[in-house]
């Protein structure tokens, strides 16, 4: 069953309310109280809604995940380096909200990382016809690579406050996989 209008709106301003306050302060030292402040809706409202903070930033998460879906369905994804360059854009237009959870629950950041490697793989195996997806086996491991490197990757650049360009940062692993190839 969907959820009415009001409550998506409802929850989503709950979850502006955590992040607000994230911004603000310490994850661990936030109340509902502030949250609730922050959002303009009750307290009653969040626990209608949520058993946690960590439910309302999973939940952030989850709507930040949902965006990057959509935009990787509507775009023209040509090769690694296209995708490499748009993820690093997303990551880039939400960085405030990045660099808050890198600091605060990096557990979250690995989660939201490894959903983004299997969208990201999905949108590439079309596009080589060796890629070897046709094969479950072979598909658990490129994954397991792909997050790997993805979670390492975004990490690091959120840690060094995003110095480098999206393009940069794309570049740094198609010449990593270059090398590779060379090895072979």
Known sequence: MRESILVSRSKKWICEGLIESMLKKEYDQI???????????????????????????????????????????????????DELTALSNFILKHKQFFKVIYEAKKFYLNDFFNKLSIISLNALSPLDKNFAYQNVFYFEYNKKFFESVLTN????????????????????????????????
């Open 31 to 81: 109340t509902i109280k502030e949250i609730t402040a922050n959002s303009g809706v009750s307290s009653r409202t969040i626990y209608r809604h949520f058993s946690s903070k960590d439910k309302i930033l999973m939940t952030h998460i989850d709507y930040l995940f949902a965006d990057q879906i959509i935009r990787d369905i509507d775009s023209d994804i040509v090769n690694i380096r």
């Open 153 to 184: 990757l975004m990490e690091v650049w959120i840690k060094n406050d995003f110095k480098e360009t999206p393009d940069e940062l794309a570049l740094v692993v198609i010449q990593f996989i270059e090398s590779l190839s060379r090895l072979i």
